[in-house]
């Protein structure tokens, strides 16, 4: 009898399985492994860079390509100002839906210095490896057509994470719904942008141009990491961000440190000394009202971030710092407050090349994130307010003649356009119906943060469109995106498949 019990439940189990929609776009996924790794790498292979606009006109033909071989009506949005990468955009319409999702991922990619990859890689050239390479994981041949692909391999090459695996787990999504004669509940569309990493400077024209084609009930953003314990998250805002560039002036011409070494300023000395008044050893920034525009969250939000699994020690071991940051705030409430980072900073040469001078000039850049409540161009005249308060003249244009001789401490400040934070609410219907379609996907339960650290220009978006937008990350945490060595877990990239997919069958 118990015999006969065990293979009806087992029977059952079979059943409820091939009904189970995400189970056929798995088994579509497992049988397409190999073919859908191909095309990915193909995508991959072509260079993306902001600065490189053929390629990235290339870029977006191909991802055009894609979406022509997977049935989806397709075409190029220009912004008014030329020489913009377009936008790539496509459009399911579902017979008797009474709702709209556009699904948003960028093809652009940071730049790229191949001589900081490691050995073997190479930013367009995709490589696979049996794991992560600073961890034990070793270059590797693809198995043979028909051999499985272990879901902890990488692909090493630029933007295989940020963002190209967006593109891709949302365009297969799709087709693994068509290939499985399954439906859409909803109506879709497809938004591709080739400038996010720039900071989306034309995005707005974009949007303004085509209110009417954008129209919507939400847009899913496929952008960023999965939590750090692997589980899937939802995002529902992003921080805002600005970049601005510092420059410093000493002498006309580079002199011989002995000679001159104690009487003619040296502008990497003033620069740094410059940047370290900026913050305190706990990296708050002293910057007089960084923080006085800050929204406070909200208790949903307070509540959702105490959910979060705090890996803070894990991660900070696996990074190999002593101490963090702040005064005992955890990752996730620091994400919450505004940040001023120092991106790079140069003067002179070191190393090999490095000579006994005083420097004609010393340059960093800034990069200013914010949270709602702040405001880009508000945040920027905060920190030139600070530079003048330290001493400092300062000037937008490379300085006279006159201002040399007149001011000691000068300095050229040229910002950025940048965009602001977003939030969506938490507990709005749809966003809840898109956390419980994720869920589906997953025995773990789902972590919702309320802002990534991350920016994106979803402000832009609300803005112009009035739009709610959510979050929905695929990529591994240690995914290395804006920096040497940046790689796609191939079962961060098949789970994100399954999700873009259960997201396509909202009702």
Known sequence: MKKLFALALLALLGSAQANDPLQKVRQFRQTHEHELLTEFEQLVAIPNVAADTANLRRTAGFIQEMMQRRGIKTQLLAAPTAGVPPVVFGEVRTPGATRTVIFYAHYDGQPVNPAQWREGLSPFKPTLATGP?????????????????????????????????????ILTGYQALVASKLKPKVNIKFFFEGEEERGSPHLAEILARHKALLASDVWVICDGPVHQSGRKQVVFGARGDVNMSLKVYGPRRPLHSGHYGNW???????????????????????????????????????????????????????????????????????????????????????????????????????????????????????????????GY???????????????????????????????????????????????????????????????????????????????????????????????????????????????????
Not at 146 to 167: C, E, I
Not at 277 to 302: I, Q
Not at 323 to 335: A, D, I, K
């Open 133 to 169: 390479l600073d961890r034990g994981g070793q270059l590797a041949t693809r198995p043979a057509p028909g051999q499985p692909l272990s879901p902890d391999w990488r692909l090493y090459a630029r933007s295989a994470s940020d963002d190209k695996a967006g593109v891709m787990t």
């Open 264 to 390: 003619v300023p040296n502008p990497a000395m003033e620069l740094s000394r410059l940047l370290a008044s900026m913050t305190d050893s706990t990296g708050r920034v002293r910057v007089a009202g960084f923080y006085d525009d800050v929204t406070p969250l909200t208790p949903a939000e307070k509540t959702a971030l105490a959910q979060v699994p705090n890996l803070d020690k894990t991660i900070q071991q696996e990074l190999g710092f002593a101490r963090p940051y702040g005064t005992g705030q955890s990752l996730v409430e620091l994400l919450n407050q505004p940040s001023l980072n120092i991106n790079g900073m140069q003067s002179a040469n070191v190393g090999a090349q490095a000579a006994n001078v005083i420097p004609t000039v010393a340059t960093a850049v800034l990069d200013l994130r914010l949270v709602p409540g702040n405001d880009a161009q508000r945040q920027v005249q905060k920190v030139i307010r600070h530079i003048e308060r330290q």
């Open 393 to 507: 003249h300062v000037t937008r244009d490379e300085p006279t003649d006159a201002e040399r001789a007149q001011f000691p401490r000068l300095v050229r400040v040229q910002p950025e356009t940048g965009y602001n934070a977003q939030r969506t609410r938490l507990d709005l219907p749809i966003a809840r119906q898109v956390v419980a379609a994720v869920q589906t996907t997953t025995p773990d339960r789902v972590v919702l943060l309320p802002t990534m650290g991350g920016s994106l220009p979803l402000y832009v978006f609300e803005q112009q469109l009035q739009a709610q937008t959510i979050t929905v990350p695929v990529a591994n945490y240690d995914n290395n995106q804006h920096a040497e060595n940046e790689n796609i877990r191939l079962g961060n990239l098949w789970d994100g498949i399954e999700t873009m997919a259960a997201i396509m069958l909202l009702k």
